[in-house]
């Protein structure tokens, strides 16, 4: 709106700027005074249609018409395409995720692939794709892509953990029942057995959680400055590139708390793609 009402006023802020403009002559005084005022309204007016209609171009691209480009082999207009879909509140199918990685990958973004790839991964838990992030980590020099216990763990648990907490809990429910009719017929329950279930349920909340608390995020610009405490004074402990991923523990105001290279160190979160 604001936009809109700079354009309009534009020749009426030149023209008060500068008098001028104004024809002085008294011949053509009546048949020119409006001639300036005119001109500039229309340029004016021909600039905001020209930066409406570059805006709005990817709006009227529907998802149907993206994937036509996509066909076509116009990847730069396609992913601009998909990406303003998304950044308009449209949740991404995972053959759209694979589209844009395989668009960037195109393009040489490498980042922006991994994003993609990595999204795709946390929503379908794939050893392949997990080995095709690490191999391209590796001939791009990132980190944060090991196929370490971890991330092997995070895989199979994502796989089959509705199984496992269900068995969990199953079990955790004989043992309490157990308990609970020891109780009412007043028998005796040893101490490390109570120690034991006490853990069990403890652990069983933990690795319930788990997947909850568990974020990652990708490094979107050059030079990220990596500090030992959130504040912009901090001192520089490390500075880190495009494309690395990092592990989130936590957020602070504008800062995320980061786990990276053996290290706990703070960063601005809009330096970093949510995963």
Same mark, same amino acid.
């Given at each position: ?9 534009l020749p ?8 001028k403009l104004?024809c002085?002559?008294?011949?053509f005084?009546?048949k020119?005074?409006g001639h300036p005022? +005119?001109?500039?309204y229309?340029?004016?007016?021909t600039?905001f ?5 570059v805006e709005? +171009?990817?709006a ?11 066909a076509?082999?116009s990847y730069?207009a ?22 844009l990685?395989f668009?960037?990958?195109k ?5 922006k ?5 990595q ?5 379908r838990?794939d050893?392949?794709?997990?080995k095709?992030?690490?191999d ?12 370490d216990?971890?991330?092997y763990f995070y895989?199979?648990y994502?796989q089959y953990?509705?199984y496992?907490t ?7 429910t004989y043992?309490f029942?157990i ?5 009412r017929?007043?028998?005796p329950?040893r ?10 349920l403890t ?6 959680n788990?997947?909850?608390r568990?974020?990652?995020g990708i ?12 504040s912009s004074a901090a001192?520089v402990?490390d500075v880190?590139s495009?494309?690395?991923k990092?592990?989130?523990l936590?957020?602070?105001d504008i800062?995320l ?8 160190y703070?960063v601005?979160?809009?330096n970093?793609w949510?995963?």
């Amino acid at each position: 709106m604001i936009n809109t009402i700079t354009f309009l006023l534009l020749p009426f802020v030149i023209l008060g700027r500068f008098p001028k403009l104004r024809c002085k002559s008294t011949f053509f005084d009546v048949k020119m005074q409006g001639h300036p005022l +005119k001109l500039l309204y229309f340029f004016s007016l021909t600039l905001f249609l020209r930066s409406f209609g570059v805006e709005a +171009k990817s709006a009227y691209l529907s998802i149907y018409q993206a994937d036509s480009l996509f066909a076509a082999g116009s990847y730069p207009a396609a992913t601009e395409a998909f990406e303003y879909h998304i950044q308009h509140g449209y949740k991404p199918t995972d053959p759209m995720l694979l589209k844009l990685a395989f668009m960037y990958e195109k393009q040489g973004d490498v980042a922006k692939m991994l994003y993609y790839l990595q999204v795709y991964f946390d929503r379908r838990p794939d050893e392949i794709v997990l080995k095709k992030m690490h191999d391209i980590a590796i001939q791009n020099n990132l980190r944060g892509y090991e196929t370490d216990d971890l991330n092997y763990f995070y895989l199979f648990y994502k796989q089959y953990g509705l199984y496992i907490t269900l068995a969990l809990v199953l079990l955790g429910t004989y043992a309490f029942g157990i308990f609970w009719l020891k109780f009412r017929n007043r028998e005796p329950s040893r101490q490390r057995h109570k120690l034991t279930v006490l853990a069990y349920l403890t652990g069983l909340l933990l690795l319930v959680n788990l997947p909850e608390r568990y974020q990652s995020g990708i490094v979107n610009r050059d030079r990220v400055l990596l500090r030992r405490d959130p504040s912009s004074a901090a001192p520089v402990v490390d500075v880190i590139s495009r494309g690395h991923k990092v592990n989130i523990l936590g957020s602070q105001d504008i800062w995320l708390h980061v786990f990276w290279n053996d290290g706990l160190y703070y960063v601005r979160k809009d330096n970093v793609w949510l995963i």
